[in-house]
């Protein structure tokens, strides 16, 4: 989740759990700690400068629940020493040390970027994907307790604030669980229709919202990708089919770059040659043909690949546009084909063409 979010989670469980009298220590404290696994990227950034270990990294060590905990009581053991708050409420302390922590990796869990919650042991990131980084809705609420407890400090109505924000954040997310179930069953169906009913796939909430959600599923030439509104979408959900160089992919497979990068994404990329270069663009984040995430891993000699040292690239995308129709699109359902690219298809099998809509 985005910094501010961390921030202000950190900053509400530390001040529900200290003493009324240290409130703004704990709040300040909290921020702080809420903050703290993100600066992972200080040390990995110095410590090297590919652009796929950096992301692959990130939300590593600093994030692992087999870690952190050690972490909190570190903290807590060190300030206990010095004496002051810590000290005359010890236990208190602790718990709003170690939750301030805790609570950062598993918030960004429900995101689709990727969680390695079990660092060192090697599981694969953990994606619930069921709110997008940025979300005002789930933010808020711990916003508005923070500034309750900051000037109110010591009064009756502070304690329930904070724990209302909480509560309320929480119920956010299980809103958000409820939502994406609800996508997934209609994705299911669309997929089925289709014989990709065991296709690997994900869903994905739009940005700042939990009423737009995007799914997409791999095929064996690419990949289908569909959007889906819980307030204006009634009938089958619409696939878009879009093509992958399966063949290119293949064929540098193994180089360590495009493995680390597969285990992140839990294969969910696109192949792609672009002026003799091959990039892979990460599925998760963004939306076809925009993505955050695109890395150059090789570069075309003659009929074959040569490895090159992986390289992030980046163009420009219409947020603007983009941002006022995906507005539009959580109201107004696809009134007719020409809301979807391409052309219907005929039979159920799946063919990459790109922009070729699949319709149940």
């Known amino acids: 989740m985005d910094s501010l979010t961390q921030i202000v989670l950190g900053a509400a469980v530390a001040a529900a759990i200290a003493p009324p009298g240290h409130r703004r220590a704990a709040l300040l404290a909290g921020a702080a700690l809420g903050t703290l696994p993100d600066l992972d990227v200080l040390p990995v950034n110095l410590l090297t400068s590919d652009p796929v270990e950096r992301m692959t990294w990130h939300r590593s060590l600093s994030h692992s629940l087999l870690v952190l905990p050690f972490v909190a009581w570190a903290i807590w053991a060190w300030f206990r020493g010095r004496g002051g708050r810590v000290a005359q409420a010890p236990r208190r302390w602790f718990w709003a040390i170690a939750l301030a922590l805790v609570t950062h990796p598993v918030l960004d869990a429900f995101t689709v970027y990727g969680t390695q919650l079990l660092w060192p042991l090697p599981f694969r990131p953990v994606m619930w994907s069921s709110v997008f980084i940025i979300d005002p809705l789930y933010t808020i609420w711990l916003l508005l307790a923070c500034v309750i407890a900051w000037f109110w400090r010591e009064r009756r109505l502070v304690q329930p604030a904070l724990l209302a924000g909480l509560t309320m954040s929480t119920l956010y997310l299980g ?6 179930h609800q996508v997934e069953q209609e994705a299911e169906r669309a997929l089925a229709a289709h014989n990709l009913e065991d296709a690997p ?7 700042f919202n939990i009423l737009l959600w995007r799914v997409v599923a791999m095929t064996p030439e690419g990949f289908v990708e569909g959007e889906r509104s819980l307030v204006a979408d009634r009938g089958p959900m619409r ?32 192949a792609q040659e672009r002026d003799g270069v091959l990039v892979l663009s990460d599925l998760r984040m963004g939306a076809e043909p925009d993505y955050t995430f695109r890395f150059a891993v090789a570069r ?8 090159m040292p992986p390289e992030q690239l980046k163009w420009p995308w219409e947020a603007n546009r983009r941002l006022s129709a995906m507005w539009q699109r959580i109201w107004n359902a696809p009134t007719n084909e020409s809301d979807v690219s391409g052309a219907a298809m005929q039979r159920p099998s799946v063919r990459a063409a790109a922009g070729t809509t699949v319709k149940r």
């Open 175 to 180: 809103a958000s669980l409820w939502a994406k």
């Open 239 to 270: 696939l878009r089919e879009y093509p992958s160089d399966v063949q290119a992919l293949a064929a540098v497979f193994d180089y360590p770059s495009v493995q680390r990068l597969n285990w992140f994404n839990r294969g969910f990329m696109k």
């Open 201 to 207: 796939r994900f869903s994905v909430p739009m940005p």
């Open 300 to 307: 075309r000699e003659g009929g074959s690949w040569d490895e």
